[in-house]
């Protein structure tokens, strides 16, 4: 499968916790998008990679969010102190390059906080 | 403000009919792109049709295509001949490239049911 990877696909947590999710792009792809979907809305926004270098941040993100993406690779996204406003589903995309910039999606990230 | 309008929470559509579903997005960018995505129930985001805003020829793909007024800033898609595989969750969107960011900015949504 060469398509965008997310893992777990499925997290339930207790308020206060920490969770970690990953995302592995399809590879070469340079660009690499987290997005926020809850339950009958669209995606939303959250952060974009440009290989390693994060360029934007959502102002919905409070500090207790925090994304990375090392080597310009794989991403991780952290949420600390998870509260139950954070259960969503978190989605990962990735796109090759500005001339292609259409973006192909993960199945995402169900966090359900309890 | 950069913002995408769908108007229809919900439609229905006979198997092997047409459906237009309707998009409206507002922005001061000149060149852009225009999206639609179809999310089948509890899978994962896929791409329908792209639309370059310096295109003036409407996008095709197959059974889908979309009408593009651009100084109307409207972006419908339409299906024909639907199949029940068709159904799912459809959702216009705009990518927005800013000062080297980019990012999607997309509709709330059109729940897209096909019958037999």
Partial sequence: ?????????HKIT????????????????????????T???????LTYFQNEAQLEKSRLLSDRFSAERPKGSFSTLEIQRTEQGDSAMYLCASSPRASRPEAFFGQGTRLTVV | AQTVTQSQPEMS????????????????ENNYYLFWYKQPPSRQMILVIRQEAYKQQNATENRFSVNFQKAAKSFSL???DSQLGDTAMYF????ITQGGSEKLVFGKGTKLTVNP
């Fill in chain 1, 1 to 9: 499968d060469t398509g965008v990877s997310q893992d777990p696909r």
């Fill in chain 1, 14 to 37: 207790k308020r206060g916790q920490n969770v970690t999710f990953r995302c592995d792009p399809i590879s070469e792809h340079n660009r690499l998008y987290w997005y926020r979907q």
């Fill in chain 1, 39 to 45: 339950l009958g809305q669209g995606p939303e926004f």
């Fill in chain 2, 13 to 28: 559509v006979q198997e092997a009919e047409t459906v237009t579903l309707s998009c409206t997005y507002d922005t001061s």
């Fill in chain 2, 78 to 80: 339409k299906i024909s």
């Fill in chain 2, 92 to 95: 216009c969107a705009f990518l």
